[in-house]
Nanobody, 123 residues
Framework: EVQLVESGGGLVQAGGSLRLSCAAS????????IGWFRQAPGKEREGVSI????????HYADSVKGRFTISRDPAKNAVYLQMNSLKPEDTAVYYC????????????????WGKGTLVTVSS
């Protein structure tokens, strides 16, 4: 079955760093764009970053530009989110999600979602 499993969350002080991992299985990894989303307590889910199926195109939310970096490793069927200079407002459950590149390129939504990993940034 299709699985997306996030890991790497935890408690970190403001200004610190974390690297989140998303391990994918059960689908053709290289055909899918992979995105990171987050949901803070009491707020709606928001997009954080997305990387194209080939890894050559990336996008970031304005709130994380210059601080977060998304990457993928086809050999490991994995996607990473390096988070630096973390702020308390980054506190959220972070989810990775996959969508067919052809659909995402036309504005389509994501097909598969992980269960999330909690990131807590203290002040």
């Amino acid at each position: 079955e299709v699985q997306l499993v996030e890991s790497g969350g935890g408690l970190v002080q403001a200004g610190g760093s974390l690297r989140l991992s998303c391990a994918a299985s059960g689908f053709t990894f290289d055909d899918y764009a992979i995105g990171w989303f987050r949901q803070a307590p009491g707020k709606e889910r928001e997009g954080v970053s997305i990387i194209s199926s080939g890894g050559d195109i990336t996008h970031y939310a304005d709130s994380v530009k210059g601080r977060f970096t998304i990457s993928r490793d086809p050999a490991k069927n994995a996607v990473y989110l390096q988070m630096n200079s973390l702020k308390p407002e980054d506190t959220a459950v972070y989810y990775c999600a996959a969508g067919l590149m052809s659909a995402v390129a036309q504005g389509g939504g994501m097909d598969y979602w992980g269960k999330g990993t909690l990131v807590t940034v203290s002040s």
